[in-house]
């Protein structure tokens, strides 16, 4: 069994930045590769950035150049620097491991607004 919880999320002005975090209990979190996905209201839940075991990344290209992903295996963590912030980048933002199971965490707000 796999938990995953998000910290980090807030209210920030545009063109700000926020670094979330992602920390994943038990011992398979090295083994996988991590997403991050965000759900704005009434819209679906949209992949935002993927790093995979080796430390290969890929974004949605609405957030290249803007967002980076990294992950810490030594501390089973995966990170979203979050940089020039746009309002239109408000969400509830979720990490995600895909194994055999699939696990999500519970969510962090993000709000970019002035």
């Known amino acids: 069994q796999v938990q995953l919880v998000e910290s980090g999320g807030g209210l920030v002005q545009p063109g700000g930045s926020l670094r979330l975090s992602c920390a994943a209990s038990?011992?398979?979190?090295?083994?996988?590769?991590m997403n991050w996905y965000r759900q704005a209201p009434g819209s679906q839940r949209d992949l935002v950035a993927t790093?995979?075991?080796?430390?290969?990344?890929n974004y949605a290209d609405s957030v290249k150049g803007r967002f980076t992903i990294s992950r810490d295996n030594a501390k089973n963590t995966v990170y979203l620097q979050m940089n020039s912030l746009k309002p239109e980048d408000t969400a509830v933002y979720y990490c995600?491991?895909?194994?055999?199971?699939?696990?999500w965490g519970q969510g962090t707000q993000v709000t970019v607004s002035s």
């Open positions: 038990g011992s398979i979190f090295r083994f996988y590769a």
């Open positions: 995600n491991l895909r194994s055999r199971s699939e696990y």
């Open positions: 790093i995979t075991t080796g430390g290969d990344t």
